[in-house]
């Protein structure tokens, strides 16, 4: 048992997987791409999940809503205005009669995106003016950096009731919420305590990005509600200004929701730590933006800002809020809360559903069971099928995130089932490669140990045709035969006469191939070798294999005892040179790999001259000519069976044979001559 296991950790996995069937290995590379996937969302959490975001804001930028936004305008502070009033900060006596002409033009409510942390000269104009308004609400700003313990500017007022702050019960009193705590807090100046007040702190993305911002944050105990929740609590009239949060309900349902006592109606999504998702599904243009300088001086029509409400805030590059968006490298933060404000109104604020880590493992699993089912339909399905999956997928699942996005606001994520399915697709591929690769070499070797080699590589790696494919070529033939063996074969059982007969064909294969020859055909109880060219090396080559074949194997092969009356096994080899045509013939779905020509009719006819010449390797006389170093002896001309004209045959000389039967001898045993002992000449 010990000795298997360390075999099969020698081997690798690696070889235990390519010995297992298809669907095993499948449901490897599935896991692996599982494993392989998580891995990186775990490694590279922050890089991918600003692409994440990224690409997934394309449900709203490829079709943004571009109706111009009537209910909420925003009052830019911008160049224009800095340059006729002054850089800012503004004097407060020039803010007071930027509300004094709001107010005037009938707005409803005035959220001012600034935060007024000093207090100056004019404040008493300012909160006189802010006082006569319908509905005013400031900036104040709890700060969630730990580097700004410090920084407690201004006095925060205006929290909510009904959440609690508490560390130890916070989560559980506030439906599974774990609400933000700030470190420190910039809020406006205590003269500004009875004007109601929202935060406008944002929760920036390591890539600059704004795309949440707490709903509340805590901060002294108390949780002081988000500038456009503010707005709403506002316009309520409830002074306890009371809130509760709820867990969220339904397959699609958020993780919690943010519930105004004011407004039942308004459910506000938050997700565990009770954040509120900015959406963008606006085009920036829809949103009227007017002068701030052009409101003071009254160069405006008042009907665009009767009854509506208005966000004060800067827009000039200088003031320095500044933010990227999805449309944008460069927008103002205002742009932020008017996009808040008008998801509120319109009851479409996006969100993420509590169930979505289970959507996007439903949906890797669609994908792997597309991924399975192409690996499976066969090889030039999965050849095209999986590199095309590999790309669709994550653009499928990038549209899926999009189209919940656009039709009912629900961020679900893309990237986990998008990178798996990409993984999944291509360790597939390369899984069924690797797969064909293995059965077409397993192919091509059961074909090699059929056919030669090139014959073999040529049909294992082409399309069959039903044309002659054949070329010429000049080569060197031998034919050996075993003699007597069909006499052979009455006498002895099929399994003893198979065995001699692979005996024979290895060990013969053995020595033509060490003699850079190659076996073409085994056929019955012979063989047909062939050496390219009609040269001299060639002709060497074919006879050194010939006096090898007869050495070995009277040696080793043939059987010490003879059954009484039947002649001993033999062999005869003959060889010649010439042209053959050699090549694959027959239709499509049947080929046979032929060698024509007489050549090989002359080649095979010599052999069989052997038992009536009593010789054990005859040669024919082309052949016979390349080899004028050999001591060789006419055997006269015969006109060979089937043939037309006369060929001169040679063998070896007596005395040469002599000496190839006293190599025969060895030391282990003294084997009977099975040489050629009827029909024969000296």
Not at 356 to 379: K, N
Not at 454 to 482: G, M, W, Y
Request: hydrophobic share 45%; net charge negative.
């Amino acid at each position: 048992m010990a000795q298997n296991l360390r075999s099969l950790t020698a081997r690798g996995p690696l070889w235990w997987l390519s010995q297992q069937p298809p669907q095993v290995v499948r449901a490897a590379a599935l896991i692996t791409a599982a494993a392989v996937s998580l891995g990186i969302l775990l490694a590279f959490a922050g890089p991918l999940r600003n692409l994440e975001e990224q690409a997934g804001a394309l449900g709203w930028t490829l079709i943004p809503e571009r109706e111009l936004e009537q209910r909420v305008t925003i009052i830019a502070i911008d160049e224009r205005s800095l340059a006729a009033v002054g850089p800012w900060p503004w004097p407060r006596t020039e803010l007071a009669r930027l509300v004094r002409a709001l107010t005037a033009a009938g707005v409803q409510l005035q959220l001012h995106d600034i935060v007024y942390a000093e207090p100056k000269s004019g404040d008493d104009a300012l909160i006189q003016a802010l006082s006569e308004a319908p509905g005013a609400v400031l900036a104040q700003v709890p700060v969630l950096q730990d580097n700004a313990l410090d920084t407690n500017t201004g006095s925060l007022t205006h929290p909510v009731s009904g959440v609690s702050c508490a560390v130890t019960d916070s989560s559980a009193a506030n439906a599974g919420v774990n609400l933000s705590a700030a470190q420190g807090f910039l809020a406006p100046a205590a003269n500004f305590t009875a004007i109601p007040k929202g935060h406008i702190t944002p929760i920036i993305d390591t890539d600059g990005a704004v795309r949440r911002t707490p709903a509340l944050v805590c901060q002294g105990g108390s949780a002081y509600p988000a500038l456009a929740i503010s707005a709403f609590l506002q316009m309520g009239g409830n002074d306890a200004w009371e809130v509760s949060l709820s867990p969220g309900s339904g397959l699609l349902g958020p993780q919690a929701r943010l519930n105004l006592r004011g407004y039942p109606g308004l459910n506000i999504p938050v997700d565990a730590e009770g954040n509120i998702r900015i959406p963008y599904d606006r085009a920036p243009e829809s949103y009227l933006a007017l002068s701030a300088i052009d409101v003071m001086n009254g160069n405006f029509d008042p009907n665009l800002l009767a009854n509506t409400w208005v966000l004060v805030g800067g827009t000039a590059f200088g003031m320095g809020d500044i933010v990227p968006t999805p449309y944008s490298g460069a927008a103002p933060g205002v742009e932020l809360q008017a996009r808040l404000l008008t998801g509120l109104l319109d009851v479409r604020l996006p969100f993420s559903p509590a169930t979505a880590p289970a959507i996007l493992l439903l949906l890797s699993l669609v994908f792997a069971a597309v991924s399975y089912s192409l690996a499976r339909a066969g090889e030039r399905i999965a050849a095209y099928g999986l590199p095309t999956a590999a790309l669709l997928l994550p653009i499928a699942a990038v549209l899926f995130h999009s189209i919940l996005l656009a039709s009912a606001n629900i961020w679900l994520g893309w990237l986990a089932p998008a990178l798996f399915g990409a993984l999944a697709s291509s360790l597939l591929l390369i899984v069924e490669l690797n797969r064909i690769r293995g059965e077409r070499a397993r192919v091509y070797g059961n074909l090699a140990s059929y056919l030669p080699a090139e014959v073999a590589r040529d049909i294992a790696f082409s399309l069959p045709s039903s044309n002659i494919l054949a070329e010429k070529r000049d080569v060197t033939l031998l034919s050996a035969d075993l003699r007597n063996f069909s006499s052979f074969g009455e006498t002895r059982t099929a399994e003893e006469s198979a065995a001699v007969l692979h005996f024979f064909f290895s060990r013969a294969t053995a020595i033509i191939e060490q003699h850079r020859g190659r076996v073409h055909e085994f056929k019955g109880d012979g063989l047909l070798a062939i050496w390219d060219g009609c040269d001299a090396k060639a002709a060497e080559s074919a006879l050194a294999s010939a006096e090898e074949l007869q050495f070995a194997l009277t040696d080793s092969l043939l059987p010490k005892e003879m059954v009484a009356g039947i002649e001993p096994l033999a062999l005869g080899v003959g060889i010649e040179q010439g042209p053959v045509l050699i090549g694959s013939i027959g239709p499509a779905h049947r080929r046979s790999h032929a060698l024509l020509g007489a050549t090989v009719s002359i080649a095979l006819r010599i052999q069989e001259m052997t038992v009536d010449l009593a010789q054990p390797v005859l040669l024919g006389e082309c052949v016979a000519r390349q080899l004028p170093q050999r001591d060789l002896q006419s055997q006269g001309s015969y006109l060979l069976s089937g043939l037309t004209f006369p060929h001169t045959l040679f063998a070896l000389r007596a005395g040469r044979e002599s000496q190839t039967r006293q190599r025969n001898k060895t030391s282990k045993s003294a084997r009977p001559n099975l040489s050629i002992v009827l029909g024969g000449r000296s």
